[in-house]
């Protein structure tokens, strides 16, 4: 009891190690994943209290309060809805135990700290995040200058005359809601699993 609580008060409970393919089902994240819907793990950083879950659709942070307490809450940030950006990798200095990888997925700042022997897989997380962070940003851009020809082109359809004008509206609110759907489904990506099998090696 008293090294957990040294552990606390040192604050290397908060050094993290990452956890390797084998060891998935040995942590309590797993219990958490989708399964059922083709979820995976492809990286996994763990601490006495807290475990950091990142899978093919979403980051998995089961958040502890303290080495010695054993209440957790759990948040799930899908990387569809929650986009991540501000992406660093800070290594170790000379007597530095850790190196910590930052982030921010949606409103959520993470700043995680890993033992240094990791920091080579840590690379791999690092461009896998930057490379989501990318990708997420540049289809935003695409999905909006969609929406914004979409606009325009319904306000010059708009100005036609036709007798039918309910008919015309109708046809042109359906062809815009399919013309939408598949931008979005073209735009938003909400697995990303062949990202982290392109960076992930571990």
């Known amino acids: ?17 990452v956890v390797k ?10 219990d958490y994943v989708m399964h059922e819907d083709n ?9 006495k209290s807290d475990e950091y879950c990142f899978t093919n659709l979403a980051l998995i942070h089961l958040d502890g309060t303290s080495a010695t307490s ?11 809805k ?10 170790a200095g000379t007597i530095d135990l850790d190196v ?12 995680i700290d890993v033992n240094k022997k990791h920091l080579e897989e840590l690379k791999d ?5 930057l490379k989501i962070a990318s990708i997420t940003h540049e289809n935003e851009i695409a999905l909006q200058h969609a929406r914004e020809s979409l606009t325009v082109a319904q306000s010059v359809l708009g100005r036609g005359q036709q007798a039918d004008a309910a008919a015309q509206f109708k046809s042109i609110n359906q062809y815009a809601f399919d013309w939408l759907m598949d931008a979005r489904e073209k735009y938003v990506v909400k697995d990303f699993g062949k990202v982290f099998e392109k960076y992930i090696y571990n």
Do not use: W
Not at 21 to 30: F, G, H, I, L
Not at 70 to 80: A, E, I, N, P, T
Not at 82 to 91: A, D, P, R
Not at 125 to 129: I, Q, S, T
């Open 100 to 111: 910590e990888i930052k982030f921010t997925i949606g409103e959520q700042y993470y700043s």
């Open 21 to 30: 393919p084998a060891d998935y089902d040995k942590v309590d994240a797993d």
């Open 82 to 91: 929650h986009k991540i950006s501000n992406v660093t990798l800070e290594t």
């Open 39 to 47: 979820e995976k793990i492809y990286f996994l950083i763990k601490s």
């Open 70 to 80: 054993k209440k957790r809450v759990l948040r799930r940030f899908s990387y569809d």
């Open 1 to 17: 009891m008293f090294g957990k609580l040294a552990a606390d008060a040192l604050g290397l409970s908060n050094v993290g190690i």
């Open 125 to 129: 997380l690092y461009k896998a995040l």
